[in-house]
Every structure is written in C-alpha cells, then in structure tokens.
C-alpha cells in the first residue's frame, strides 16, 4: 500500500484504489475520456458489490483531472461527496510540452495536458457540481505544474477550495504529512457537509484515483 493509503485507512477510511493499467501496467497512455469511462465501470462494479456511501475522490497529477472528468461528464457525482486534487494541472501545464517530444505518440493525454488544451477548455465548461466539494492542493514548489495551473477558478461556489501547502515537490503530495493533513481535513469538511444533507448517511467511504 502506499504512504497515503495507509494513513488513510489507520484513520478509519474505507479505501479502494484503482489501477487504471497502460504501458508496462504503469504508464497510463489512454485519453483522460478514456480512462473516465474506465473509472465508471470500476466504480459502478464496486457499488454492485458493495454497500457504499457516497465516494471521496483522491487524484494526484493528472488523476485529478480523470476524477473531475468522471464526476463532471459521466455522472460521477452521483456518487460522490468531495474531490480532493493534489499537483492537478486545472490550467494545464508546461511541462507537457516536454512529455508530448518524448511520448506524444503514445500517450494522448499528454496533449490534453498541455495548457488550455480543447480538453481543458471542454472540461472547464459549466459548473461543477454544487453538493461535491472540491478542492485543489496545490504548491508554488511543484515545478511540474508549476503555479497557478493547479488554481481552480471559483466562480462564488463555496464548495470549490484552492490549499496551498508550501515546499512541496509533485511527488511529495501523497507522503508528506502536512498534505495529508490537509486531505484528512478536505474529507470531513465534505462528509460533516453530507450528513448535514442527508441525515440518515452513516457510512463514510473513500476513494482514490
């Protein structure tokens, strides 16, 4: 398990992580479209097993973007209570300039990375679901998307948060304990929020991209 799963569940959270597969089962090559509509069928066969609550969300990088994908344009948000990103490039970022000379054959999603890309200009269409709350943690020292790309644009919805954590690389996202701090925050800020909605929830589940 990693840093994050582990604190994660000695906190009391149910997790269930997704490998989405790709190159050598670690390079994801699929479209961001793509790897939603995999997060769907993954996500729909946990509730068919499963007696869940309402879902949180954990991406890291571009995972970020596959669960607001997911949430925004396939419904996801019917499952969900919070998205928690983490170095999500919400602007794009530079550095897919560089991916796409290494990997743009193999890789699509590196161009949808790329800064207001049609993808990001898509996906940044119409508001993001008010009951989901989503929050972007960020950090000035991700040179990898180097800021403001990580910044959500708020447009007066309270449930949307920008957190900035400072001196943190992209990597160090998902071990530092000041992030998870951050994260563990996030996650009940957003099922106080759904309990106070829905009185009868009682379940608190976690899921992560």
């Known amino acids: 398990l990693s840093v994050l799963e582990r604190r994660l569940r000695r906190d009391g959270y149910c997790v269930f992580s997704l490998n989405l597969g790709g190159l050598l089962g670690t390079f994801n ?3 961001i479209e ?17 007696d ?3 879902l949180a969300v954990i991406g890291h990088s571009k995972g970020g973007l596959i669960g607001r994908y ?3 344009r396939l419904g996801g948000h019917e499952r969900s209570c919070a998205l928690i990103t983490l170095g999500t490039p919400h602007h794009g970022t530079p550095s897919a300039y560089v991916g796409a000379a290494l990997t743009g054959v193999f890789a699509p999603s590196i161009w949808q990375l ?3 890309s049609g993808f990001i200009r898509r996906l940044k269409e119409g508001p993001f679901p008010a009951h989901v709350r989503f929050a972007s943690i960020y950090s000035k020292a991700d ?27 992209h990597h160090e996202f998902l071990v ?14 957003a099922y ?17 991209v």
Not at 177 to 188: H, N, P, S
Not at 196 to 201: G, Q, V
């Open 52 to 54: 869940l609550g309402p």
């Open 34 to 50: 793509e790897s939603g509509l995999l997060v769907r069928e993954k996500v729909e066969r946990l509730y068919r097993r499963y």
């Open 143 to 169: 040179k990898v998307v180097p800021f403001p790309a990580g910044i959500l644009e708020q447009r007066d919805n309270p449930n949307l948060v920008n957190i900035e954590v400072p001196g943190i690389t």
């Open 29 to 31: 090559t699929r479209s």
């Open 192 to 208: 106080a929020q759904h309990i106070r909605d829905e009185p009868s929830a009682i379940e608190t589940q976690l899921r992560v």
């Open 176 to 189: 530092r304990k000041d992030v998870y701090a951050q994260i563990r925050g996030q996650l009940e800020l």
């Open 70 to 72: 997911w949430m925004k």
């Open 114 to 116: 790329m800064p207001m």
